[in-house]
Antibody, heavy 120, light 108 residues
Framework: EVQLVESGGGLVQPGRSLRLSCAAS????????MHWVRQAPGQGLEWVSS????????GYADSVKGRFTISRDNAKNSLYLQMNSLRAEDAALYYC?????????????WGQGTLVTVSS | SSELTQDPAVSVALGQTVRITCQGD??????ASWYQQKPGQAPVLVFY???NRPSVIPDRFSGSSSGNTASLTITGAQAEDEADYYC???????????FGTGTKVTVL
């Protein structure tokens, strides 16, 4: 059974940093691209970032480009999102999602999310 | 980036058929995938590509595409189908992903 467990969320002041993690199990992690998707309270889904199996292909939404960095450690079956210069509009539930294959942008498994609150 | 537009809300009588649409220029080049999200839960993939449904998803869920519009149809809607539904596709560049605005489906 595929399991994705996010962690690292919390309350952070505007302008500060936070690092999210996603622990993966139940599948061969380094066979698949991975993604971060967020959802602000009461709002819709927003794709944030993607990373290919070997980190050779990485993409970001315009809203986070230059501030967020996605990475992965295949030896640890883990996905990360380094978030710098956080803004109020970055407050959201952040989901880790598994791709069906390479970067197809078809998210076939999701974690339960980790909540990021940005407030002074 | 591109935009994908969905009707905010639709309702369907129990056992009847409802179609949820998603419009956007990128859909002329790329297929959509569809996600169901119930309150307090993570999204679940229910349909993707030209004609693909995950094995755990009931066959009352189907998808189609024409021009700049993708559709998800629920044939014989059940009470448990009441949820928010989001479409998703690549944007026009093909390098990024974009979600639709979401449709709340109410089963009466």
């Amino acid at each position: 059974e595929v399991q994705l467990v996010e962690s690292g969320g919390g309350l952070v002041q505007p302008g500060r940093s936070l690092r999210l993690s996603c622990a993966a199990s139940g599948f061969i992690f380094d066979d698949y691209a991975m993604h971060w998707v967020r959802q602000a309270p009461g709002q819709g889904l927003e794709w944030v970032s993607s990373i290919s199996w070997n980190s050779g292909s990485i993409g970001y939404a315009d809203s986070v480009k230059g501030r967020f960095t996605i990475s992965r450690d295949n030896a640890k079956n883990s996905l990360y999102l380094q978030m710098n210069s956080l803004r109020a509009e970055d407050a959201a539930l952040y989901y880790c999602a598994k791709d069906m294959s390479g970067i197809t942008f078809i998210f076939d498994n999701w974690g339960q999310g980790t909540l990021v609150t940005v407030s002074s | 980036s591109s935009e994908l537009t969905q009707d905010p809300a639709v309702s369907v009588a129990l056992g009847q058929t409802v179609r949820i649409t998603c419009q956007g220029d990128s859909l002329r080049s790329y297929y959509a995938s569809w996600y169901q999200q119930k309150p307090g839960q993570a999204p679940v993939l229910v349909f993707y590509g030209k004609n693909n449904r995950p094995s755990v998803i009931p066959d009352r869920f189907s998808g189609s595409s024409s021009g700049n519009t993708a559709s998800l149809t629920i044939t014989g809607a059940q009470a448990e189908d009441e949820a928010d539904y989001y479409c998703n596709s690549r944007d026009s560049s093909g390098d990024e992903s974009v979600f639709g605005t979401g449709t709340k489906v109410t089963v009466l």
